[in-house]
């Protein structure tokens, strides 16, 4: 079995990708998507609505990532590495998916491969994002290596 680094990896799709891959890092720490919801009354209606810290974080995003002038097309492949400040959250890509919609994608649908990294780094809270088209035949073998190596 081949264990690749993350810089191995990164290397290897670069190279092994018709489309470059779109490399970003966004500083600052993202809130947790199912956390992040609160219940209001408008005009004496229950909704709910993103939390404080959602919405900075939103806001912090739109700020440090703008819109590719070419959006990935079809299905999506996501590598994503999230620093937080401290091991008390939860790891939750979900608003990170929903922020890079009309940026990296239109639409999270599109995103049908994702891998997802949880660290601490309590002086530079960050995000690492690798998105880049999805390879269905690269999947594919790595399952097809995977039954063979353990039947």
């Avoid at 998507?33 to 209001?40: C, G, P, Q, T």
């Avoid at 703008?66 to 937080?84: A, C, F, N, S, T």
Wanted: proline share 5%; aromatic share 10%; hydrophobic share 40%.
């Amino acid at each position: 079995m081949v264990t690749l680094s993350a810089i191995d990896l990164v290397q290897y799709l670069v190279h092994n990708s018709s489309m470059k891959p779109v490399y970003l890092v966004v500083k600052g720490e993202p809130a947790s998507k199912a956390n992040s919801r609160r219940l209001v009354q408008r005009g004496g209606k229950p909704m709910f609505i993103k939390s404080a810290k959602a919405l900075s974080y939103a806001e912090l995003f739109a700020y440090q990532v703008k819109p590719l002038p070419q959006m990935i097309e079809g299905e999506v492949r996501l590598d994503i590495w999230i620093y937080y400040s401290t091991q008390r959250p939860d790891l939750d890509e979900g608003l990170i998916l929903d922020l890079l919609q009309g940026k990296v994608y239109a639409n999270d649908r599109q995103v049908r491969e994702r891998h997802v990294y949880h660290f601490i780094d309590k002086y530079d809270p960050r995000v690492v994002i690798l998105a880049q088209p999805r390879d269905k035949a690269a999947g594919e073998e790595l399952l097809e290596a995977a039954r063979r190596e353990w039947g």
